[in-house]
């Protein structure tokens, strides 16, 4: 997968570097070993916080392996508005009547409890999904420190989260305006395909209509990165055959 997304970025026009810790090669990206992740449910933040913050540059981007790019997003940087740190905020889990209680383990009540009492002061409080984010180095260590308390307070309370309600916990006390940050201000740069609209496929560049599972409200979008996360077979088969036209090239 990751392959196909690499190469879906150069045929876009994207040549920034991609830094992909694995444990096999990617041709055009900087390849990092990493031995078997398989248990460690925080390893974008542990590679964040010991990994990748040796990288010299300013602002790091986090892309899932399933991800690809339909045509050139142009400025990337451009959803920060000046924040030191992006993430699309998706739902309001503060709504009054959801169509889905819980979000992850947690009641969409409890988590909009857990926010508020750490510190956010939105009237509307979001969940994000954790495919495509971004960090300026200078906030690392606040960035880090915030996950790992809201995970601690979480767990005393008895919930064991993933990434994404730490995500959005941390993203909300740091980007400054959240509404800024909403994926129905910035889904022309990425979003996820959560319905399946390209399931079994390549995700294609066409507009396609995204629906919000808590709210069922939809949104026309038309992204220039997708989170394919239905169309992970696809990926798959298109970056063997990247692949395997790699090795038979070198061959001859």
Same mark, same amino acid.
């Given at each position: 997968?990751?392959?196909? !997304?690499?190469?879906?970025?150069?045929?876009? *026009?994207?040549?920034?570097?991609?830094?992909?810790?694995?444990?096999?090669?990617?041709?055009?990206?900087?390849?990092?070993?990493?031995?078997?992740?398989?248990?460690?449910?925080? %390893?974008?933040?542990?590679?964040?916080?010991?990994?990748?913050?040796?990288?010299?540059?300013?602002?790091?981007?986090?892309?899932?392996?399933?991800?690809?790019?339909?045509?050139? =997003?142009?400025? /990337?940087?451009?959803?920060?508005?000046?924040? =030191?740190?992006?993430?699309?905020?998706?739902?309001?889990?503060? !709504?009054?009547?959801?169509?889905?209680?819980?979000?992850?383990?947690?009641?969409?009540?409890?988590?909009t409890t857990l926010m508020q009492f750490r510190g956010v002061r939105s009237r509307a /409080?979001?969940?994000?999904?954790?495919?495509?984010? /971004?960090?300026?180095?200078?906030?690392?260590?606040?960035?880090? *420190?915030?996950?790992?308390?809201?995970?601690?307070?979480?767990?005393?309370? *008895?919930?064991?989260?993933?990434?994404? #309600?730490?995500?959005?916990?941390?993203?909300?006390?740091?980007? *400054?305006?959240?509404?800024?940050?909403?994926?129905?201000?910035?889904?022309?740069?990425?979003?996820?395909?959560?319905?399946?609209?390209?399931?079994?496929?390549?995700?294609?560049?066409?507009?396609?209509?995204?629906?919000?599972?808590?709210?069922?409200?939809?949104?026309?979008?038309? #992204?220039? /990165? %997708?989170?394919?996360?239905?169309?992970?077979?696809?990926?798959?088969?298109?970056?063997?055959?990247?692949?395997?036209?790699?090795?038979?090239?070198?061959?001859?």
């Amino acid at each position: 997968m990751a392959q196909s !997304m690499v190469d879906s970025a150069r045929h876009s *026009g994207v040549f920034k570097d991609f830094h992909i810790w694995t444990d096999g090669a990617i041709e055009g990206a900087n390849c990092h070993r990493l031995k078997r992740a398989n248990g460690k449910k925080f %390893i974008r933040l542990e590679l964040l916080d010991e990994k990748v913050r040796h990288l010299k540059y300013d602002y790091f981007v986090w892309l899932d392996a399933d991800t690809y790019f339909v045509r050139h =997003p142009g400025d /990337i940087l451009r959803v920060l508005r000046g924040a =030191p740190v992006h993430a699309s905020l998706e739902s309001n889990t503060a !709504m009054p009547n959801p169509l889905l209680p819980d979000w992850g383990p947690c009641s969409l009540r409890n988590f909009t409890t857990l926010m508020q009492f750490r510190g956010v002061r939105s009237r509307a /409080i979001f969940t994000v999904n954790a495919g495509f984010w /971004i960090v300026h180095r200078d906030v690392i260590d606040t960035f880090c *420190g915030l996950t790992w308390d809201f995970w601690q307070l979480c767990r005393k309370v *008895g919930y064991q989260l993933p990434i994404e #309600p730490l995500l959005a916990y941390a993203t909300q006390m740091l980007c *400054g305006n959240p509404y800024a940050h909403t994926l129905r201000e910035t889904a022309d740069l990425w979003a996820t395909d959560t319905n399946g609209r390209f399931a079994g496929q390549v995700p294609s560049g066409g507009r396609w209509q995204f629906v919000d599972c808590f709210s069922g409200e939809t949104l026309k979008i038309r #992204p220039s /990165i %997708i989170h394919a996360t239905h169309s992970k077979r696809a990926l798959v088969t298109c970056g063997r055959k990247r692949m395997r036209f790699l090795e038979t090239t070198q061959a001859l």
